[in-house]
């Protein structure tokens, strides 16, 4: 599987900032996601990331308060935009796999917003 | 009714034993069926996936997949300490690329 990291791994930020987060592959792939994990919780999908488009966000998620960023089929940018507390969360990207369907997680961010 | 249901646990077996994890889907034209395992503070890290009625076998793990009952469950044979953390099903719906995960099952593997 695809080797993923993420930069920031943690940051701790002031209510009202934005933060973006990086997201890199080692190899090239079609489609990577973002997701957020809240305190003890499931991961919820934010948005589709495809190389050359405008990202494709599931309900609840607007463009303006995470704007997306899919250069190449290496990396991708989430940015989480005028934050409040209620942002404090895990943001975890993925990438798809080789066998259809499966995806692979990078090792996520834990921001946390005062 | 949630799009993929698990007991959240914790469920608790000695070492050793088998571990059964369930995982109930909502949607008859569901395709693809994964089970991750998150240890605390770390991603989800695929463990196994299943695509087609019956049993996959992957070392001790076990996916068994009913499709007429909108099923899926993991079987951990000889539970370790280190299974210990919590698992995620998550199924690929119909027409969509996107995964849908259920809100997992914490597994404590008691020495």
């Known amino acids: 599987s695809a080797v993923i990291s993420q930069k920031p791994s943690r940051d701790i930020c002031q209510r009202g900032t934005s933060l973006t987060i990086q997201c890199q592959v080692d190899s090239q792939v079609t489609m990577m996601f973002w997701y957020r994990q809240q305190p003890g919780q499931s991961l919820t999908l934010i948005a589709t990331?495809?190389?050359?488009?405008?990202?494709?966000?599931e309900s609840g998620f607007v463009i303006d308060k995470f704007p997306i960023s899919r250069p190449n089929l290496t990396f991708s940018t989430l940015t989480v935009s005028n934050m409040s507390p209620e942002d404090s969360s895990i943001y975890l990207c993925s990438v798809t796999g080789e066998v259809a369907d499966t995806q692979y997680f990078g090792p996520g961010t834990r921001l946390t917003v005062l | 009714q949630k799009e993929v249901e698990q007991n959240s646990g914790p469920l608790s077996v000695p070492e050793g034993a088998i571990a059964s994890l369930n995982c109930t889907y909502s949607d008859r034209g569901s395709q693809s069926f994964f089970w991750y395992r998150q240890y605390s503070g770390k991603s989800p890290e695929l463990i196994m996936f299943?695509?087609?009625?019956g049993d996959k076998e992957d070392g001790r793990f076990t996916a068994q997949l009913n499709k007429a009952s909108q099923y899926v469950s993991l079987l951990i044979r000889d539970s370790q300490p280190s299974d210990s953390a919590t698992y995620l099903c998550?199924?690929?719906?119909?027409?969509?690329?996107?995964?849908?995960f259920g809100t997992g099952t914490k597994l404590q593997v008691i020495p």
């Open positions: 998550a199924v690929n719906l119909r027409g969509y690329q996107k995964v849908t």
């Open positions: 299943i695509y087609s009625n």
């Open positions: 990331a495809n190389q050359g488009s405008e990202a494709t966000y």
